[in-house]
C-alpha cells in the first residue's frame, strides 16, 4: 500500500523523510532533504519491516511520514503520521533532526500548525513538549475519533440506499 498510495502515483497521498547513513560504513546519519519525496529511493519502510531496512543499498535508521490537511478555521497544515527511529539509533539526535525537518517543511509549505498523535503510553510525548508542542487534549478538549473499514461500508452502503429510494 505504501508504494501505490506514495510512491507509484503522480500525486502522492504522503510524503517522506527518511534518515539513512552517510557512508556504507555505518558514519554519522543523514536526512537528506530530497523535497519530501522518496520516489527514486522506494518505500520508507512499514510495519512488518523496520530496524535495518534496506533500501536500494542503504539502511533504514528513521524515518518520518506527513502528509498535508486543511483546518477551515486556520488554514494549511500538515499532519506527521509517523515518526520512527530503530532501537540502536534513539538518543543520538535522528528523531529530533527528523522531527525538525518535518517541521522546517511545515513552514516552508506556509502551513499553520504541524498535528500529530503520540498514544498516552509513548515516553515521546516528553520530546514533543520539549520541541513546544501542546497536548491539545488536555488545553483544547479535542479527541480523535475514527471509523474503520466496516463503519465505512455501513455508511456508503446507507447512502446508495437512500439513492435508490429517492430516484
Known amino acids: 500500500v505504501l508504494e501505490e498510495d506514495g510512491f507509484n502515483c503522480e500525486h502522492p497521498y ?7 547513513p552517510s557512508s556504507k560504513d555505518g558514519g554519522d546519519a543523514i536526512v537528506p532533504d530530497n523535497g519530501g519525496e522518496l520516489s527514486d529511493t522506494g518505500a520508507c519502510g512499514g510495519s512488518k519491516e523496520r530496524e535495518g531496512d534496506n533500501l536500494n543499498g542503504n539502511t533504514l535508521l528513521g524515518y518520518a511520514l506527513y502528509f498535508y490537511t486543511y483546518s477551515t478555521w486556520k488554514g494549511k497544515a500538515l499532519y506527521l503520521e509517523d515518526l520512527y527511529v530503530t532501537p540502536g539509533c534513539r538518543g543520538q539526535g535522528l528523531g529530533s533532526a527528523l522531527f525538525n525537518r518535518v517541521a522546517k517543511r511545515a513552514f516552508e509549505s506556509h502551513c499553520c500548525r504541524l498535528d500529530f498523535s503520540v498514544l498516552n503510553w509513548n515516553p515521546a510525548q516528553d520530546f514533543y ?34 439513492d435508490i429510494t429517492n430516484e
Open 14 to 20: 504522503f510524503h517522506c523523510f527518511v534518515a539513512e
Open 129 to 162: 513538549k520539549a520541541k513546544g508542542a501542546i497536548n491539545i487534549t488536555e488545553e483544547e478538549g479535542w479527541h480523535h475519533y475514527r471509523l474503520d473499514r466496516e463503519a465505512l461500508v455501513k455508511l456508503a452502503l446507507e447512502v446508495n440506499k437512500a
